[in-house]
């Protein structure tokens, strides 16, 4: 059974390491945040639980409500590198 994502409602999850972007104003809340690096998985599970992942997306997330940018794999990589 495959679990196929939905990018515009995911359940993201934070990166470990709290990596944050710099304070900006959410355009969706209109709070002063510093949005957070997370991730949502796609791939092979069952009951709604991914045991091989196939795929990554990350994205910085406002920490009060749903907005999100979602950025490119290989950025959010050399973020966790440091």
């Not at 209109?30 to 639980?49: A, D, Q, R």
């Not at 997306?57 to 490119?72: G, S």
């Amino acid at each position: 059974m495959a679990i196929h994502t939905n990018k515009y409602q995911p359940e993201w999850k934070k990166v470990p390491g709290n990596y944050k972007k710099e304070s900006v104003i959410c355009p969706r809340c209109n709070n002063k945040v510093n949005y957070e690096l997370v991730f949502e998985s796609e791939g092979i599970g069952f009951g709604g639980i991914v045991l091989l992942a196939t795929k990554k997306y990350y994205a910085y997330k406002c920490p009060i409500c749903t907005n999100f940018d979602i950025i490119p794999t290989e950025l959010a990589k050399a973020i966790m590198k440091g």
